[in-house]
Nanobody, 114 residues
Framework: VQLQASGGGLVHTGGSLRLSCAVS????????LGWYRQAPGKQREFVAA???????RYDDSVKGRFTISRDDAKNTIYLQMNNLEPEDTAVYFC?????????WGQGTLVTVSS
């Protein structure tokens, strides 16, 4: 599976961005689609995921501010990020897990200025 993330940019504190991740395969066949992020000098961490049934999961740090969704017709997942904070600054990666394969996109940079 190939994944192409986009939508990053520079925003002020309290602003919003929507990230997109285009997936090369039918996302209805993929068990797990998620977003992760890696801040400078830190390890990559989980942000949000949507599983095949449509259920979603979020890290506590983004609950109530971020929303993950998917468009099956476009084979694309999204991450709507509202009320952004400087601590959200990171490279955001999309991820898929299917049949024992764990694939990553190239990442898109989100910078939140204070």
């Amino acid at each position: 599976v190939q994944l192409q993330a986009s939508g990053g940019g520079l925003v002020h504190t309290g602003g919003s961005l929507r990230l997109s991740c285009a997936v090369s395969s039918a996302i209805t066949d993929i068990a797990w689609l998620g977003w992760y992020r890696q801040a400078p000098g830190k390890q990559r961490e989980f942000v949000a995921a949507i599983i095949k049934s449509g259920r979603t999961r979020y890290d506590d740090s983004v609950k109530g501010r971020f929303t993950i969704s998917r468009d099956d017709a476009k084979n694309t997942i999204y991450l709507q990020m509202n009320n952004l904070e400087p601590e959200d600054t990171a490279v955001y990666f999309c991820n898929s897990m299917r049949g024992g394969h764990n694939d990553w996109g190239q990442g898109t940079l989100v910078t939140v200025s204070s």
